[in-house]
């Protein structure tokens, strides 16, 4: 299987903003230990929705990120930051 593309939307509650940050921060830098690639990262002017486009060349690879253990280190930032996060999985649309 081929490259993946990822759509994630990350609802952030006011009081959570600085801690997912964090987490985000901390989290988006082991990308390219999985070979993926943040291709967009968009955020609400409130700072309270953001919008991620991610790739992958494979699904291994992105299940390898989302198996990291450093990721799961973090995990505790996303859980008290309330956030919450809609993945898809999307493609490219052909004209």
Do not use: C, K, W
């Not at 990262?41 to 690879?61: G, I, K």
């Amino acid at each position: 299987m081929g490259r993946v593309v990822y759509v994630l939307v990350i609802h952030i509650p006011a009081d959570g903003v600085q801690i997912f940050q964090r987490y985000e921060s901390a989290v988006l830098a082991l990308l390219p230990d999985h070979q993926g690639r943040l291709d967009r990262r968009l955020r609400s002017e409130d700072q309270r929705t953001e919008v991620h486009l991610v790739t992958f060349p494979s699904v291994e690879h992105f299940e390898s990120y989302r198996n990291d253990p450093r990721r799961a280190e973090q995990s505790h930032l996303l859980e008290t930051s309330g956030a919450r996060i809609e993945l898809y999985d999307v493609a490219d649309v052909a004209d």
